[in-house]
């Protein structure tokens, strides 16, 4: 189902997991900065938390969901291309300004097909800008993904 802001859905879940995964590191959200806003930055919180990290989000869409209640628009490879290659960047330069030891951009994958083929084109970049790159296929509905799960099985 489209919500107005997809990536802020998506980074409140994170923020939580992160919250709850490295208990003694503070996890903040919308870090502004001299090159931008770091979707969320990781930094220790008690004296014996060590590593600083970052997680910039980027989601990848099949189409755009205009508020007007207009049909979806299509949204292009390109676009979908530029919006990793603007993660990478803002990853790479986000971390370095904060010294992090981790920088991850996390890619929530929501067009038709699941396929890693994205990152693999991006990842001589990434590698070279030290910027590590996940991606999570987001499936359109449970049922979908109990067949996308079982179809060497069950074909459809």
């Known amino acids: 189902?489209?919500?107005?802001?997809?990536?802020?859905?998506?980074?409140?879940?994170?923020?939580?997991?992160?919250?709850?995964s490295f208990r003694d590191h503070l996890v903040q959200v919308e870090v502004a900065g001299s090159?931008?806003?770091?979707?969320?930055?990781?930094?220790?919180?008690?004296?014996?938390?060590?590593?600083?990290?970052?997680?910039?989000?980027?989601?990848?869409?099949a189409f755009h969901f205009p508020a007007s209640g207009r049909s979806p628009i299509p949204v292009t490879p390109r676009e979908n291309e530029a919006a990793v290659k603007e993660g990478l960047r803002q990853a790479h330069v986000y971390g370095?300004?904060?010294?992090?030891?981790?920088s991850l951009l996390c890619l929530c994958d929501m067009r038709k097909q699941d396929s890693d083929d994205i990152v693999t084109t991006f990842s001589p970049e990434a590698s070279q800008l030290e910027v590590a790159v996940r991606r999570y296929f987001v499936f359109a509905s449970d049922k979908a993904y109990r067949v996308a799960r079982t179809k060497t099985i069950l074909p459809e």
């Open 96 to 102: 370095k300004k904060r010294r992090c030891d981790v």
């Open 35 to 61: 090159g931008g806003r770091c979707d969320l930055f990781i930094i220790p919180r008690s004296p014996g938390a060590v590593g600083r990290g970052l997680v910039e989000m980027k989601v990848l869409r």
């Open 1 to 20: 189902m489209p919500v107005p802001n997809t990536e802020r859905v998506f980074q409140d879940q994170v923020c939580l997991w992160c919250t709850a």
